[in-house]
């Protein structure tokens, strides 16, 4: 049995860790106004200069440029904190987050780093297309939530850069390289995020025969033992299949469907049936024999499933998941990493930021406090 486990998640070039538990503090207590978990990120994943650091550790940064570890700081995280920030109405949290966008970010040209170096330097010459879509979106949303017309003007720029140089055959892929130019033909299908495209349709950063073909590609996907495939080549128009299944895709896939109200009935059954069956939500599973692979736990699988359980309109489901996720922060309010998700010193910013993700949108509904 593993005692934690670096789980992938791969945006094409990059491997960022997020960790698993199986080792349980209690925390039962109900979500308060300000979550603990906010106040641990603030405390211990922002570096000097306020980017959040991908590791609690300061253990060595990858120098390849495909890989993110240590104190660099993601595009990722940049997204989920704006997306945290005009959850909780926040806007001087969300400002934090856009002046680091300005600053650190974003180059010249309008294109996004995916990672950057502790000290807001940037060794790669390439975006991610789902951080790039979770920050315009945020941006268009900010607009709306606060009248800010800069927040507008940049979310233009950014998706100007994506539809220009991010989009292959009418889909907006993965990745490209905005030294070279080089445009990868890969589509993570978990990587759609549907309510971006629209923003972008309505502020007519893109046209509607665009953003269907790209939504109907999530929508019409095909399954495989109650499994959605990982990735779909533009150049070749297939769909490729991962023999162990990472639920971090399978439930992303699956939400950004439900908010177009398409449903995904054989997952969610296999979702829900099997965390009542455990008392944990499954991480991993052997695509053929439908047999979980992973006794351990992830708390951003339960962030997005929180989300994705509220899109089915399944509340009993949200609060128990939250129940069971929030076993596994640090309960001891001694310890200088109460409200975190941490295991043997260790935590991961994505873990925390979707957790406090999923506990947010609870709160804002009345479910917890």
Known sequence: ?????????????????????????????????????????????????????????????????????GRE???????????????????????????????????????????????????????????????????????????????????????????????????????????????????????????????????????KATVTKNINLLKSLPTDNSFFPKSYVAKTKKYIYDNQINMIDQVYIALHRAENGVSSPALYTLLKTDFYKHNQLVSGYDRLSKSPNLNAECPGLYGLTILYALEAGDQHFAVDLYNRMIMLRVSDQTSPYYGGYVFDNDSYSFNNLYALVGEQTLINLGLVY
């Open 73 to 207: 700081a993601l595009s990722e995280s940049l997204g989920l904190w704006m997306k945290y920030a005009l959850s909780k109405n926040d806007k001087n949290l969300f400002d934090t987050s856009y002046q680091l966008l300005n600053s650190y970010f974003t180059t010249s040209q309008g294109s996004v780093y995916w990672k950057l170096s502790s000290d807001g330097t940037s060794h790669v010459t390439t975006n991610a297309m789902i951080d790039d879509h979770i920050i315009i979106e945020s941006l268009y949303t900010a607009f709306e939530q606060w009248k800010s017309p800069e927040y507008k003007t940049t979310a233009d720029k950014l998706s100007n850069t994506s539809k220009t140089h991010n989009m292959l055959n009418g889909y907006f892929v993965d990745y490209y390289d905005f030294n070279s130019l080089y445009t990868v033909d890969n589509i993570t299908l978990s990587y759609i995020v549907p309510s971006a495209l629209n923003q972008m349709l309505k502020y007519q950063q893109l046209d």
């Open 1 to 69: 049995m593993l005692n934690a486990f670096s789980c992938i998640r791969k945006l094409n070039i990059m491997l960022i860790g997020f960790l698993i538990f199986s080792i349980i503090p209690t925390d039962f207590a109900a979500a308060s106004s300000v979550s603990p978990t906010e106040s641990f990120i603030i405390n211990n994943l922002y570096n000097p200069n306020q980017t959040i650091a991908t590791r609690l550790t300061n253990a060595t940064s990858s120098s390849d440029p495909d890989t993110a570890g």
